[in-house]
């Protein structure tokens, strides 16, 4: 359905339960933050009109629950996501090394068509705790993970104070779209999937 | 153009003869109007026309509603119609809306399936016209004759015949099928979705109110009387079968009233303007009503994707007849019947029937307050009939000041034959037994925990979890709120004393109305024990609770809504993901805090099933079904529309309508239920009523006014049964 795909896209937010996934998304589509947000159980998605190059595009953002029991869940929610983010909150290292459990269950239960190339964006949230005093995650080791993983565009947030959260979606939306066009490229093209690997950009220019 | 509508009867010989009967009942047609002209511009012809042709909504004669029937003849076809007097305002009882619901307007005779006529012994004739849709309109009495005269002149323009089998019936566009095949054939309850066809694309914007739920247990206090007439007239002739085809029927006309009814309820509160305009049209509108203005009516129906109706519904109008059935027996038994010269009175001592309030569940009743409560208790402080304070709970909660007592009661912490003295020592015993408990997670050390992540992780979750736990709620809100510290340290009591299981997220939203109400810590702790005995299935790893509930719950909706089943299986939402946030912490999110705990008592009875939570899953879903289907919703909208649902969900009509759908479901679902339980339970409540037997016992629980409902199934079989011409079964 390419015109699905020209107006929708599909973002899924994981990571560990109280990183903030609620709160990024409602900062980002509402500018609002509480700290009376639930833990969220099963899911629910916002919505967010974007555009890009006078085009209008429909970011739908999933919002899911944290705890890995419910991950069996995610083949419900995660199936034709465009890009997935990946969050952790700097001061757990815990959160920081699930990170690599999550994409993985990601890609096993999404099952994108190009699991080499699907855009993930990561983001180390709660850099506003404790005026970072009770950070355990260095930008750094968090960068390297992300190199490691196919240069996995990253950023620093606070839901709290709003911080990079707008860059952070910008550029989430930018890979979803760049995901969906990738589709609309290759999907009819039923013989050669997997040489298309190397036109993905490796990066966020932003 | 009231003034139209009103008639000239100076002219009509019958009607002279009527005036000098000086009936009571009959309408009063004081003021001048248009004489119809027999021919109009339209080419259309007035070939019959007969006043003073009522129908009996009811059995008091005040609620008649009288008019004029006339037969037209456009070209070469010929319609039927039926419109009632206006501006009766002697008849305050009969509104306006009533007459609307009755109007027949313009059936062309393409449609009808057959006539039958009535020549009581006492009292007026009247016909019964069936459509070929298998509806059937009510009753027509003819007060000033005219029934032969009308048979005539349908004879002169369309082909119809006698019944060979029954003379009296007069079949219309059949040429060689006896009546009993006609009547064989006739499939109910498509003959109920004709008629409730056009509510389905009405009820786009339903409201969450119950106020549907009330008009329509209103709508049945009248359907009682015409049966109740005809009871009185066949009591000899009861045992034939034909008669029975009879019955049935005139059931059918009931039906057909009842459907018209709900429609205009459905109508009027989901479109309150698009009704208005239709009655404002009714007024506008001519006595004379062309086939035309019937499809301009149709017109005036918004636009929308239509949407398959509920057959559920319609089996619950068809079993309310029944139901109906029985209560005018129940009447019958203080009729006293009265000729005098106009016909048969009936004066009727109604004071058995007002507790009959069946199909769409009972009504909710306040919640047990202390003086009753104590009616449930021995000197001791035993429950004596555990039964029926779970009934008592189950049809109305409990006062929020008697919670503490009752529900350790249904949670199973304390047992039902437990005396006061039992129940104190085993709080102590438990008490003792919690801070043994507690106390192996409050010993760990700071040195020790560095090393049991497990521990450090449970904790950090609990913690994360309790401070975003109700806090909007004034008992948790706040900085250093002691109760959000108690519910941390009795999950993570619990998640020691089942360390298995842990915890999972969803259990501080099953903990909190708990430590609100017990307000003690250990006794909560055993409360949360003993609902975690029921729903810990929910917090399995493998998540196998939940998976196997959300089946089920696609089995029942699969069963009780097949429709919207199949809706969801085409839009690939069989998974019920989107109701995994109801099943997971028991609608916690769904209702606000004191309907959370009244929902909760409930279900904790297990009264009538231990699963009601997933009858009112299925009650909200049904609620909400045309609105699903009308909008086309697929996974995500209808995600995003559940999720929002949060809130504004009326929680007693959902209970009302989750009991009528477990008690219908019940026996259905098992399949373990030997095939023709139903059919017997069924006929055996048909023949009681139709032998005036004041009550009749089939259900299991025989205290339940409901037990017609479990039969609904079974319904249609039951009439083919009967219509088929079975002899009476010997009971």
């Known amino acids: ?206 | 153009m009231q003034e139209t509508e009103l008639h000239d009867l100076s002219d009509d010989a019958d009607y002279a003869a009527s005036q000098l009967q000086g009936s009571a009942s009959m309408m009063r047609s004081d003021s001048i109007s248009k004489q119809s002209s027999s021919s109009d511009s339209d080419g259309a012809e007035i070939v019959y026309s007969k006043d003073n042709v009522t129908i009996h909504p009811t059995q008091f004669a005040s609620e008649r509603i009288g008019g004029r029937l006339k037969l037209i003849k456009q070209g070469s076809s010929l319609f039927m119609s039926w419109i009632p007097y206006k501006g009766q305002s002697s008849n305050a009882r009969v509104s306006e809306k009533d007459r609307n619901l009755y109007t027949i307007r313009a059936v062309p005779f393409t449609e009808v399936r057959s006539i039958r006529r009535h020549t009581p012994a006492l009292g007026w004739q009247y016909i019964i016209v069936v459509l070929s849709s298998g509806l059937a309109f009510p009753p027509l009495y003819f007060y000033n004759g005219g029934v032969k005269e009308f048979l005539a002149t349908i004879k002169q323009h369309v082909f119809i015949v006698r019944s060979s089998e029954d003379a009296n019936a007069f079949l219309v566009n059949d040429f060689q099928n006896p009546l009993q095949k006609t009547l064989s054939s006739l499939e109910l309850p498509r003959a109920v979705s004709v008629a409730i066809e056009p509510s389905t694309s009405f009820s786009a914007g339903e409201s969450p109110s119950n106020e549907n739920q009330q008009r329509i247990d209103g709508g049945f206090h009248n359907e009682s009387s015409s049966i109740s007439q005809y009871n009185a007239k066949q009591r000899q002739k009861v045992h034939d079968p034909r008669d029975l085809s009879i019955q049935v029927l005139e059931k059918f006309s009931l039906v057909t009233k009842f459907a018209r009814e709900t429609t205009s309820q459905l109508f009027r509160e989901s479109h309150g303007n698009g009704y208005g305009a239709i009655e404002r049209r009714n007024h506008d509108q001519s006595y004379f009503d062309y086939p035309e203005r019937v499809s301009s009516v149709k017109e005036n129906v918004p636009d929308e994707i239509p949407v398959p109706s509920d057959p559920l519904e319609d089996h619950l109008i068809q079993a309310s007849i029944l139901v109906k059935q029985k209560i005018s027996c129940l009447k019958h038994n203080h009729v006293e019947e009265a000729a005098t010269n106009l016909g048969t009175f009936e004066l009727i001592s109604c004071k058995e029937v007002d507790k009959l309030t069946l199909v769409w569940g009972k009504p909710r009743q306040p919640p047990l307050g202390s003086e009753e409560w104590f009616t449930f208790l021995d000197s001791e402080g035993r429950i004596v009939d555990s039964k029926a304070l779970r009934r008592r709970v189950f049809y109305g909660g409990v006062e929020h000041g008697l919670r503490k007592e009752v529900w350790a009661l249904l949670l199973g912490y304390h047992s039902f034959d437990s005396t006061y003295a039992e129940r104190e020592y085993l709080r102590s015993i438990k008490k003792s037994e919690y801070e043994t408990i507690k106390i192996q997670w409050q010993s760990i050390s700071p040195e020790q925990a560095k090393r049991f992540t497990k521990f450090r992780e449970r904790k950090g979750l609990i913690e994360k979890d309790v401070v975003r736990t109700d806090r909007s709620f004034s008992f948790y809100d706040g900085d250093d709120n002691t109760n959000v510290n108690l519910l941390r340290d009795i999950l993570l009591t619990y998640s020691f004393y089942n360390f298995d299981l842990g915890y999972c997220q969803g259990m501080s939203d099953l903990l909190s109305p708990i430590l609100f109400v017990m307000e003690d810590e250990s006794e909560s702790f055993w409360c949360f024990v003993a609902l975690m005995e029921r729903l810990g299935p929910n917090f399995n790893r493998d998540q196998n609770g939940m998976h196997s509930q959300l089946f089920a719950l696609c089995k029942l909706v699969e069963l009780l809504d097949s429709p919207l089943h199949n809706y969801f299986k085409q839009n690939d939402c069989l998974n019920y993901f989107f109701c995994f946030r109801w099943i997971l912490i028991q609608f916690k999110r769904e209702f606000e805090y004191e309907k959370t705990m009244r929902l909760w008592e409930v279900l904790w009875t297990h009264y009538l099933s231990e699963h009601l939570h997933l009858y009112v899953c299925v009650a909200i879903l049904k609620r909400y079904r045309n609105k699903i289907m009308g909008e086309q919703m697929d996974f995500d909208p209808l995600l995003k529309f559940i999720n929002e649902l949060s809130g504004r969900i009326d929680l007693d009509s959902i209970l009302r309508d989750a009991e009528a759908l477990c008690i219908c479901a019940g026996e259905n679902g098992a399949a373990c239920i030997p095939p023709g339980t139903h059919l017997h339970c069924l006929l055996m409540v048909y023949y009681c009523t139709l032998n005036k037997m004041t009550s009749c016992k089939c259900g299991p629980d025989s205290g339940h006014d409901v037990f017609v409902l479990k039969s609904i199934g079974r319904y249609l079989q039951l009439l083919c049964f009967v219509i088929a011409g079975f002899s009476k079964p010997s009971y």
Request: aromatic share 10%; charged share 25%; hydrophobic share 35%.
């Open chain 1, 1 to 206: 359905m390419p015109s699905r795909r020209r107006t929708l896209l599909k973002v899924i937010i994981l990571g560990d339960s109280g990183v903030g996934k609620t709160s990024l998304m409602n900062q980002y589509v509402n500018r609002k933050f509480s700290n009376q947000y639930k833990a969220t159980i099963g899911a629910d998605f916002l919505t967010k009109e974007v555009q890009f190059e006078d085009r209008l595009f429909t970011l739908q953002i999933w919002d899911t629950a944290g705890q890995e029991r419910f991950q069996s869940l995610g083949v419900a929610f995660y199936r034709g996501a465009d890009c997935c983010v990946l969050v952790y909150d700097v001061n757990s290292m815990k959160s920081f090394d699930n990170l690599n459990n999550w994409r993985e269950e990601f890609l096993i239960q999404a099952s994108p068509s190009d699991p080499e190339n699907f855009p993930f964006v990561v983001l180390g949230n709660k850099i506003d705790v404790d005026s970072g005093n009770s950070r355990v995650v260095s930008e750094k080791k968090a960068r390297a993970w992300c190199a490691s993983k196919g240069n996995i565009p990253y950023f620093e947030t606070s839901a709290k104070e709003g911080i990079n959260v707008e860059e952070a979606f910008q550029c989430i939306a930018k890979n979803a779209l760049k995901s969906g066009e990738e589709e609309e490229i290759y999907l009819p093209d039923t013989i050669d999937v997997a040489s298309s690997s190397q036109q993905r950009s490796t990066g966020c220019e932003c």
